[in-house]
């Protein structure tokens, strides 16, 4: 665990490194190549968020952990959302914001984003971010059961 100093500060830093850890062993990546785990996180927080009305950002920020929170508000415009995006516009938005090459596709490297984001969000919330969004795009998206 990180030591900040102050306890809020190292919990978040703690939940932050364990999603990254999690993207990075589905692949795996080594701890150096963090930078790879950080982007394909904020591409996939940015992609989802810019996708979702100000409301529902807003709640599902709201179950982020601190540090994960300010990656998912950085540069959000709530001026400009939804966007309204299909699956592979979603897909194409993750790879913008993701320029390294995948095993396996941006598509699966989204679905395993959103399996260790899963662990941070409360049920309820993850069903209705599910239930909102269209077929196509619920389906990259791991259903409401935790791992």
Known sequence: MADTG???FNTTVD???RV???IEHAYGWPKERRNQSYAALRGVLHALRDRLTV???AHFGAELPLLMRGIF???WNPDRVP????RDDLLARVRQEFPFEV???IEQLTRTVF???RLHVADGEWQKIRAGLPKDLAELIPSDDRP
Not at 83 to 86: A, D, G, P, R
């Open 6 to 8: 102050y306890s809020s």
């Open 15 to 17: 939940k932050t490194n």
């Open 20 to 22: 990254l850890k999690e």
């Open 55 to 57: 409301q529902e950002a």
């Open 73 to 75: 508000y950085e540069g």
């Open 83 to 86: 966007i309204k995006m299909n």
């Open 103 to 105: 095993k396996d596709g």
């Open 115 to 117: 399996g260790a984001l």
